[in-house]
């Protein structure tokens, strides 16, 4: 069992940087991949970014390319996501989300994939 505590959201104006963290428990997060995904209010969650074990790989969402940058520190059993440039439309609960990977190479963009999720943190960008 894995549990995961996202932090770090917040109340920025258009333009400004946050990063978000994700503490896991439970297990080590070294034998996982990992994702963030978000909910934007009255809408459905979606995905932002995805890293693989040790950081082999990374995909983004086109909305987060450019911008957001996820990264791993499996020696702080932490994932997380730099989000740079933040938008009005960023706004929305943010969560992250693991999946045990035996492939070092595995990454996924779909919720239904992952099997342990956070809380979610709110991150709103408003001027």
């Known amino acids: 069992q894995v549990q995961l505590v996202e932090s770090g959201g917040g109340y920025v104006q258009p333009g400004a940087s946050l990063r978000l963290s994700c503490e896991a428990s439970?297990?080590?997060?070294?034998?996982?991949?990992l994702g963030w995904f978000r909910q934007p209010p009255g809408k459905e969650r979606e995905f932002v970014a995805a890293?693989?074990?040790?950081?082999?790989?990374?995909n983004y969402a086109d909305s987060a390319k450019g911008r957001f940058t996820i990264s791993r520190d499996d020696a702080k059993n932490t994932v997380y996501l730099q989000m740079d440039s933040l938008k009005v439309e960023d706004t929305a609960v943010y969560y992250c989300?693991?999946?045990?990977?035996?492939?070092?190479?595995?990454?996924?963009?779909?919720?239904?994939?992952?099997?342990?999720w956070g809380q979610g943190t709110q991150v709103t960008v408003s001027s």
């Open positions: 439970g297990r080590a997060l070294s034998d996982y991949a």
């Open positions: 989300a693991a999946v045990g990977a035996r492939r070092p190479l595995y990454t996924t963009d779909r919720a239904d994939e992952y099997t342990y």
């Open positions: 890293i693989s074990r040790l950081s082999y790989r990374t």
